[in-house]
């Protein structure tokens, strides 16, 4: 029998299991007491999850993902290539509702560009893009909500209720919502993909853009609102899926960041990679920053 003080029940049997598992492995080399059965969660759990989030609880930072949970609502505007990444990281966070923006079909060509792997038969169906994605991302959590229509002056209200906005899109819409999630006090980050073909190979720049309430002035120098015939960098449509995914991912640990989730040393409002030099910057710091937190 073991002897001594366990700090918690979990040590207490885990101590019993490893005592035990010796004498049985002794007799069949290789087996194991952990069988790592899915284990669905509770109906009278406080979780949108519809089996248990062990990923947390096996890493030891179960208080660090609370501090996600208390977000009631996300929005992610636009579902293209890193959109959809933006929404495969953010699933899996213990977050309350997630809201999807997007009044496009999903198509062969964003197949190549997205989470998963649809089939043939799929493709052929054509079904929206927040629609497919919420058939996906629905088997594991709860409160996704679909908005198979465009963001535009007739119900960029709707905006106003989400505690953050990921903005994974380009088009005329755009400087109408930047100036509406300014009106509404919402944080926000708007992302970009400035990619281009040299001489057989690719180059170019990934943009993560963070506006919140304390500060607002630098977007206006990032982001292009022009709705002329010209195009700038970032409206070069060469998507390729892990720059997406970089691309969603600088976005998602800069929403964690602002949250506490994440150390946030600098308090950047704007990043940048760049292919090429494989170089990360980070760009328009708050003077306060050198203090602390603004």
Same mark, same amino acid.
């Given at each position: ?15 019993? /299991? =490893? ?6 492995? #002794? $007799? ?6 952990? !069988?790592?059965?899915? %284990? ?23 208080? /660090? =993902? ?6 009631? #609502? $996300? ?6 290539? !890193?959109?959809?990444? %933006? ?16 009044g496009d079909d999903f198509l062969q060509h964003n197949a190549f560009r997205s989470p998963g792997a649809p ?26 909500f679909v908005h198979e229509n465009y963001i535009g002056p007739e119900n960029v209200d709707e905006l106003r ?104 040393l600098d308090f950047e409002h704007h990043c940048t990679y760049t292919i090429g030099g494989n170089m990360l ?14």
């Open positions: 029998m073991p002897s001594g003080f366990y700090e918690n029940y979990y040590d207490k049997v885990a101590q019993y /299991v =490893t005592i035990l598992s010796g004498y049985a492995q #002794k $007799i069949e080399p290789g087996v194991t007491a952990k !069988t790592f059965r899915p %284990v669905a969660a509770a109906g009278d759990e406080e979780t949108v999850f519809k089996y248990i989030d062990t990923a947390s609880t096996r890493a030891e930072i179960g208080a /660090v =993902t609370a501090k996600l949970a208390v977000v009631k #609502k $996300i929005a992610i505007v636009g579902l293209g290539g !890193t959109g959809s990444y %933006v929404l495969d990281l953010v699933a899996k966070t213990p977050v309350r509702e997630i809201h999807l923006f997007d089939s043939l038969d799929e493709l052929v169906a054509m079904p929206k893009k927040a629609a497919y994605f919420k058939g996906i991302y629905d088997k594991m959590r709860n409160g996704i209720e989400m505690s953050f906005v990921f903005m994974c899109m380009e088009g005329t819409a755009k400087k109408l919502i930047v100036e509406k999630l300014e009106e509404f006090g919402l944080a926000f980050v708007y992302v970009g993909m400035g990619v281009y073909l040299s001489e057989g190979s690719l180059g170019g720049t990934l943009r993560v853009t963070t506006s919140t309430p304390s500060q607002r002035d630098h977007v206006r120098k990032r982001v292009s609102f022009s709705d002329d015939a010209g195009r700038n960098e970032y409206d070069v449509n060469i998507q390729i899926a892990d720059l997406n995914a970089l691309n969603a991912a600088l976005a998602v640990i800069k929403w964690k960041k602002l949250m506490g989730f994440y150390q946030d910057r980070n760009e328009d710091v708050p003077a306060a920053a050198a203090g602390g937190q603004p």
